[in-house]
């Protein structure tokens, strides 16, 4: 007999119940294929077992897996993900549950796979990901949800969370769906308390009105695909589009998949004149308006 613990089976489609007492025996839930056979016919539930995915355990007595199984009630998942969690973080912690394969749920989250989200045309997406528009929430999935299922299931709560919950401040935007995700996802990266956030949203839009690069650690991060405490000088030289420190404007995508707080944030920021700002070791901010006071800020927080 296997552990204590509940598991997953997978019931195949056209197994009869002498496949499914073998397989049920296999997993250490019953004692005899055979016995489970027989007790299925005299408890009135032969051709009632029903294919799928059932979560069962061996304290249950065999009656009570075959009604489980006759019920086809379909076995779930709980699954969060955090804000600024990007496509592969998802993709990671769906690999772990079993749901599906980090490289099932990474081939699924294309834009040819989304159609209840307006995304942007051409090469502004890097045509191989839909970050910023899975939204991060907790969700409830069936185990045998085929991949492009669970990212609509994603991409259905960003439509009704962000594009009809926030559908009047999109409106008065100067800016379009794509750069406001955009620009949150980096107040989503680069904000660690919450009061930062719209102050963060005013360095993004100061500096980009101004026609100066943003220079944000965390795009640089993303394009290297690690996490790291401090960037290095080596790593703002990465060639990528993502590198802020090497490319004026707005990349040409999100970063992770932003909360609706950060949201919001870049749909109000904060009204500054604020150019600079710096991390303090409690992962708040010190925000300053010219390259001297930036400077007087990090030795201030760094020493020296």
């Known amino acids: 007999m296997g552990s204590g613990e509940a598991r997953v089976v997978q019931i195949p489609i056209a197994s009869d119940t002498l496949d499914i007492g073998a397989r049920l025996q ?14 299925v016919r005299r408890w009135g539930l032969a051709g009632k077992l029903k294919a799928g995915y059932y979560r069962l355990a061996p304290t249950m007595s065999a009656r009570e897996i075959a009604e ?7 076995a779930t998942e709980k699954v969060t993900f955090p804000e600024g969690f990007t496509v592969k973080q998802m993709a990671e912690r769906l690999g772990e549950t079993g749901l599906c394969s980090e490289q099932d749920l990474l081939a699924a989250a294309v834009p040819a796979n989304v159609s209840d989200v307006p995304l ?12 910023g528009y899975l939204f991060p929430a907790t969700y409830i999935f069936e185990y045998g949800t085929e991949p492009p299922a669970l990212v609509r299931e994603m991409t259905k709560a960003f439509r009704s969370r962000v594009i009809r919950g926030m559908a009047a401040d999109l409106a008065h935007s100067h800016y379009t769906l794509h750069e406001i995700v955009t620009v949150a996802s980096m107040i989503e990266r680069e904000a660690r308390v919450e009061k ?8 993004i839009y100061n500096r980009l009105q101004k026609g100066w690069k943003l220079e ?9 695909g690690e996490h790291k405490k401090r960037v290095t000088r080596k790593d703002l030289q990465i060639d990528s589009p993502l590198n802020t420190y090497r490319h004026k404007g707005l990349p040409p995508h999100a970063i992770c998949n932003p909360g609706e707080a950060s949201i919001r944030a870049a749909l109000h920021p904060a009204k500054t004149d604020y150019l600079f700002y710096v991390a303090k070791p409690d992962g708040s901010h010190v925000f300053t308006r010219t390259y001297a006071e930036h400077r007087k800020a990090i030795r201030a927080i760094r020493g020296g």
């Not at 489980?68 to 379909?74: F, K, R």
């Open 26 to 39: 296999h997993e250490g839930l019953i004692r005899s294929a055979f016995a489970f056979q027989v007790g």
């Open 68 to 74: 489980v199984i006759a019920s086809g009630e379909q």
């Open 120 to 131: 942007p045309t051409g090469n502004s997406l890097a045509a191989q990901s839909v970050e």
């Open 196 to 203: 930062d956030r719209p102050l963060v949203a005013s360095v």
């Open 216 to 224: 944000i650690d965390a795009t640089v991060l993303y394009a290297l």
